[in-house]
């Protein structure tokens, strides 16, 4: 439904409806400990700095997958690619065991979960974590980082997936 110029919704329905007007990158960003690997999607992940090399993720406080990555000390983005929309699916579940069938190798610096598939990684160790509103602002010190193949990447844009590529 088309707003008329000027009209403002509640703030947080404002908030969400505006910002979803810019298309994000789709991460999930794996940890924990290997026996018990742990996964979230997450639509807020940018590039933060090359000197040091840091990223920023941010993490909801309502996760219950997010405090095994913390307790690790470390994690891996890793990127989706177009056509990964069912894998998107899959972790952002809350409560599920994400990992069951799924095939995976180990990142070479945390030995994070490394998703088949993926366009992109990037492995670190938690450089800070900081309180922002009802999310963790979490930089992470990349460690490694490669392209796994060529392919669009999948963006989360106006609510739903779509592939960019």
């Known amino acids: 439904m088309a707003q008329e110029p000027g009209l403002t919704l509640p703030h947080s329905e404002n908030f969400r409806q505006v910002l979803g007007r810019l298309p ?14 742990s996964g979230l999607v997450c639509g807020s992940f940018m590039s933060v700095s ?14 219950t997958s997010w405090p095994a990555i913390a ?17 998107a ?20 610096a945390t030995g994070a979960p490394l998703l088949e598939g993926i366009a992109a990684w990037i492995d670190c160790r938690i450089y800070s974590q900081t309180e922002a509103g009802d999310h963790w602002l979490v930089l992470g010190e990349v460690l490694e980082l490669s392209v796994q193949r060529e392919a669009g990447a999948l963006v989360f844009h106006g609510g739903s997936f779509h592939p960019l590529g």
């Open 24 to 37: 994000t990158g789709v991460v999930i960003v794996t940890g924990g400990l290997p026996e018990h690997p």
């Open 50 to 63: 090359l000197d040091p090399p840091l990223v920023a993720v941010a993490p909801s406080k309502a996760s």
């Open 71 to 87: 307790a690790a000390g470390s994690f891996c983005a890793n990127v989706l690619a177009d056509g990964q929309e069912q894998l």
């Open 89 to 108: 699916r899959r972790f952002a579940q809350s409560g599920a065991d994400k990992f069951t069938g799924l095939a995976y190798g180990r990142s070479p």
